[in-house]
Nanobody, 114 residues
């Protein structure tokens, strides 16, 4: 089992920035951020593995940066130039490379509004 605890969400004006953090209870190969807006499906935002290889959905490229601290088992999502369409609940995700099991955090709300 892996427990994931997110923090850092909140209300920000368009063009602003937020930093999300997710602490895992143990080391795990792949960690990611997903988001789900009301009435929409959950979508992958960004992911990173222990080697630092990253992947982003097109809509956040150049604005969001995913990083991780392997010693702290923590993944971060730096979000800049936020837009109203970034408003969603952001979920931390971890995936075991051995079993394929996926773990989820409870989510943190990000609201971009003036």
């Amino acid at each position: 089992q892996v427990q994931l605890v997110e923090s850092g969400g909140g209300l920000v004006q368009p063009g602003g920035s937020l930093r999300l953090s997710c602490a895992a209870s143990r080391s795990i190969f792949s960690m990611a951020w997903y988001r789900q807006a009301p009435g929409k499906e959950r979508e992958l935002v960004a992911r990173i593995n222990t080697f630092g290889t990253t992947d982003y959905t097109d809509s956040v490229k150049g604005r969001f940066t995913v990083s991780r601290d392997n010693y702290k088992n923590t993944v971060y999502l730096e979000m800049n130039s936020l837009k109203p369409e970034d408003t969603a609940t952001y979920y931390c995700n971890a995936r075991s490379s051995a079993t394929g099991t996926m773990y989820w955090g409870r989510g943190t709300q990000v609201t971009v509004s003036s």
